[in-house]
């Protein structure tokens, strides 16, 4: 599959999680209701953190575009006047049925035990940089083990007990499967046991770390560098 533009990413978006979408029922102009449009747009946005880096004005005039060539608004010319179109509900729940179910991106998201928001969170980390995939045999290989324990004192320990706490927190409250959590909370259980040792083995707390899913938790990602400074 080509990579997603980030607009695509946005619209995908915006269509997963505006299921009930409610614009005025009134004959209005073009203009108020992309203005209303992208304040939904926006607080989607916010609520993802994805405000920063997608544009909700641009987003909202590309949907409104997209409404009106697929009859989600019932549309009356008024002479002398400007067009002017009331925003039809079943319309719109229709036209998001067929781009959720014929969008890549979307198809993906399915594939793996977790919602849209997380494969948006995987984009979003992307775009500003900051890594969301597990690490490769290659790079563990470049780690010095040796400098770990040199390095990390007390202190450290105790940073990363927190951060384990606080991953455990995110995985109990994310929307996985009670037994994907189980499975997850599991390897944080074990990190924290080994942790307790007097020479905690570093290589094998960042490779129970090194999970595809547990990495999609940003303080996942925190714990490892903290240990291989990656």
Known sequence: ???PSIDEIGRTFIYHV?????????FVESESLVSRL????????????????????????????????HDVFSIKKIPFAQTVYKFKA????????AVLAKNEIYADSQQIPKYYESVFEGYKRTQTGERSDPYSQAELREVS????DERIDDAGKATIRAKIIELATAIQQSELTDREKQNLL?????????????DPSWREIVEILN???????LNTIAIIQLITMA
């Open 186 to 198: 599991a390897r944080t259980r074990a990190v924290q046991q080994l942790l307790d040792a007097p």
């Open 38 to 69: 992208e304040g939904s747009v926006q607080g989607a946005l916010e609520s993802a953190a994805g405000a920063s880096i997608l544009d909700s004005r641009r987003l909202a005039e590309d949907l409104f575009h997209e409404f009106v060539s």
């Open 18 to 26: 505006l299921a009930k979408l409610t614009l005025p029922n009134d």
């Open 90 to 97: 079943q319309a719109y729940n229709d036209l998001r049925g």
């Open 1 to 3: 599959m080509n990579d």
């Open 145 to 148: 083990w040796t400098d770990v």
């Open 211 to 217: 999970n595809k899913y547990l990495c999609a938790f």
